[in-house]
């Protein structure tokens, strides 16, 4: 069931942008070894935890709060070894586009699907960074 939710580094970056909301999984800091373990609740003496949002979590939070709506679609050129590209695009509160980015070129092209999801997240939290610092 872990393979649902984002990753550590992802869920430390999502909190840094403000992500709050309920969890069913947790990261716990490895005491004194910088690593993060899979928690599926808070011990009592847990010091240091961070969400683990779910994958869809996540993306309802980037469209919800931020106005952050993406695709990611199947490129066709590649026969039996298919790829991903994915596009988003940055809404604000009247639903005009503000931003609009695709990941396009044989460079952005991504081997699977899940690849291409967390680019995607990525990308995005790095759109929200750099708001977040003008």
């Not at 309920?22 to 240091?48: P, S």
């Not at 709060?65 to 050129?77: K, L, Q, S, V, W």
């Amino acid at each position: 069931m872990k393979h649902l939710f984002i990753p550590s580094e992802l869920a430390i970056w999502a909190e840094e942008l403000g992500f709050k909301e309920d969890c069913l999984g947790y990261y716990n800091e490895v005491a004194h070894t910088g690593k993060w373990a899979f928690e599926r609740m808070i011990w009592e003496n847990a010091t240091n935890y961070v969400p683990a949002p779910l994958y869809q979590q996540i993306t309802d939070w980037l469209r919800q709060e931020h106005g952050i709506e993406f695709e990611i679609f199947r490129m066709r050129d590649f026969g039996q070894d298919a790829r991903y590209n994915y596009a988003f695009t940055k809404l604000d509160k009247n639903a005009k586009v503000v931003a609009y980015y695709p990941r396009m070129g044989r460079s952005q092209k991504t081997k699977s699907y899940d690849e291409a999801l967390i680019d995607l997240i990525i990308s995005s939290f790095q759109l929200l960074e750099k708001q977040k610092n003008e």
